[in-house]
């Protein structure tokens, strides 16, 4: 099968919502979407705990021939322009309501900082979310990487989700995904260190 009937195909079954969570749903591969070489090989421990959910904050794309070139300048901009080993999510969601493979299930990403990159799965919506929710193919596209993610052992059963801004000080990933993502089962807030209340009356001298 051609690469632009493989997307189309693929995309024929993200909007129809076929493809069973176990077997990941459409899911393009490095090789399809014409990736460069990674350069990186940490790997990381698996199974894992967390999830981090983030967006491009860049352009939209809405057809399998659009995220493919999207994927491609998240890419170049990561490992051209910010010298990185290879593109920093492990994977990518387009509005096609397909999945792009990033560096996968197997390989530390570069999403989140030093602390959270080693322990997490990082995907992230290629769009700006802060004014509007990406569409509901979309979003079952990632629920359903996230159950094969359990599925196969990559993911432990009660992982946690996290939105990017509970991780670093961030608008990612948008305020319209972000109250999204709270709302799924899986998501798990980040407690925030304490912080004494200043007193009411200041004390006598």
């Given at each position: 099968?051609?690469?632009?009937?493989?997307?189309?195909?693929?995309?024929?079954?993200?909007?129809?919502?076929?493809?069973?969570?176990?077997?990941?749903?459409?899911?393009?591969?490095?090789?399809?979407?014409?990736?460069?070489?990674?350069?990186?090989?940490?790997?990381?421990?698996?199974p894992v705990r967390y999830v981090v959910v983030s967006h491009t904050a860049?352009?939209?794309?809405?057809?399998?021939?659009?995220?493919?070139?999207?994927?491609?300048?998240?890419?170049?901009?990561?490992?051209?322009?910010?010298?990185?080993?290879?593109?920093?999510?492990?994977?990518?969601?387009?509005?096609?309501?397909?999945?792009?493979?990033?560096?996968?299930?197997?390989?530390?990403?570069?999403?989140?900082?030093?602390?959270?990159?080693?322990?997490?799965?990082?995907?992230?919506?290629?769009?700006?979310?802060?004014?509007?929710?990406?569409?509901?193919?979309?979003?079952?596209?990632?629920?359903?990487?996230?159950?094969?993610?359990?599925?196969?052992?990559?993911?432990?059963?009660?992982?946690?989700?996290?939105?990017?801004?509970?991780?670093?000080?961030?608008?990612?990933?948008?305020?319209?995904?972000?109250?999204?993502?709270?709302r799924w089962p899986h998501y798990r807030s980040v407690p925030q260190p304490?912080?004494?209340?200043?007193?009411?009356?200041?004390?006598?001298?």
């Amino acid at each position: 099968m051609s690469r632009r009937c493989a997307l189309l195909a693929w995309a024929l079954l993200a909007l129809l919502g076929l493809g069973a969570a176990q077997d990941c749903g459409p899911i393009v591969s490095r090789r399809e979407w014409r990736a460069l070489a990674s350069k990186c090989n940490r790997r990381l421990r698996q199974p894992v705990r967390y999830v981090v959910v983030s967006h491009t904050a860049g352009s939209v794309c809405d057809t399998p021939a659009s995220c493919l070139r999207q994927a491609q300048n998240v890419q170049h901009y990561h490992m051209r322009t910010l010298g990185w080993c290879d593109v920093g999510y492990n994977f990518l969601i387009g509005e096609d309501g397909l999945v792009y493979e990033g560096r996968g299930w197997n390989t530390i990403g570069a999403h989140s900082g030093p602390t959270w990159n080693p322990i997490a799965i990082g995907i992230s919506f290629m769009g700006n979310y802060m004014d509007r929710a990406p569409p509901a193919r979309a979003l079952r596209a990632a629920q359903n990487l996230l159950a094969c993610g359990v599925a196969r052992g990559y993911l432990t059963p009660n992982y946690e989700v996290k939105g990017h801004r509970d991780v670093q000080q961030t608008l990612s990933p948008g305020d319209q995904l972000y109250d999204i993502i709270q709302r799924w089962p899986h998501y798990r807030s980040v407690p925030q260190p304490h912080t004494p209340a200043p007193p009411q009356h200041l004390p006598a001298l």
